[in-house]
């Protein structure tokens, strides 16, 4: 395994946890859509625990490295089992596929973070009207019309191809493998971001429109787009 692959997984569990932070504190009684399905509900729990997630493989990654580097089978092999488990020859390392994910991450971070600045004070992550709410046009917000989710549903991905595919701690070493666990994990987690991007952006909407009829039809009109220009 190589330094820059334990670095990058460093510095993307950090930019991961950036993302999934949330800039302001969520007042009950500003709350709206309480109606969704709890599962949908829950996405600030489900962050954390990704989050956590993501840094203990950055953290197991790192020991890898260290213990590669340093000879730490010869020299403690217990502590080399505990770092990695499996024997069948794990070859932990950095791949194409491994920097996409990489660059996905943190596009995605920076967008989330651009739209935690767009928005300011209005920015929870649950859908809250503040008293002084606002439609906000500009930045991503002139390209799509949530591009928060754009965000996030770059960081899934982004993770998934450095932690869910072959060279990974998670699949050499860890619980997983590149084949049909990872895909079932991968599939879940995704399909579960696009449930709360869609359930939301649809709430959004109608309550924006509500709030602001004339300027979100012609805010609507000249972005028409939820996630992805021209896709969705």
Not at 157 to 175: F, R, V
Not at 205 to 230: H, R
Request: glycine content about 6%; some cysteine; overall charge neutral.
């Amino acid at each position: 395994m190589s330094l820059s692959r334990a670095c990058l997984v460093l510095i993307q569990a950090a930019a991961n946890s950036f993302a999934c932070t949330p800039p302001n504190p969520t007042q009950e009684k500003t709350r709206y859509h309480k109606e969704e399905l709890y599962i949908l509900q829950i996405a600030p729990l489900i962050f954390k625990i990704h989050m956590t997630i993501i840094w203990i493989c950055a953290v197991f990654e790192t020991l890898y490295f260290l213990s590669d580097f340093l000879s730490l089978s010869s020299l403690s092999p217990v502590a080399a089992t505990a770092i990695c488990p499996k024997t069948s020859n794990p070859h932990v390392h950095t791949s194409p596929i491994f920097l996409i994910g990489v660059v996905a991450v943190v596009l995605g971070t920076y967008i989330r973070l651009d739209c935690f600045k767009a928005l300011g004070e209005l920015f929870t992550f649950d859908l809250t009207v503040q008293p002084n709410h606002r439609l906000i046009t500009s930045r991503f917000y002139g390209y799509v019309r949530h591009p928060a989710y754009t965000g996030s549903m770059l960081l899934i991905i982004g993770l998934a191809l450095s932690h869910l595919t072959e060279g990974s701690w998670l699949t050499e070493c860890g619980p997983l493998n590149a084949g049909g666990s990872a895909i079932v994990v991968w599939a879940a987690w995704w399909m579960w971001t696009l449930a709360v991007g869609v359930s939301r952006a649809a709430a959004e909407d109608k309550q924006m429109q509500k709030l602001f009829p004339g300027e979100w039809g012609k805010y609507a009109v000249s972005v028409p787009w939820w996630f992805f220009p021209g896709l969705a």
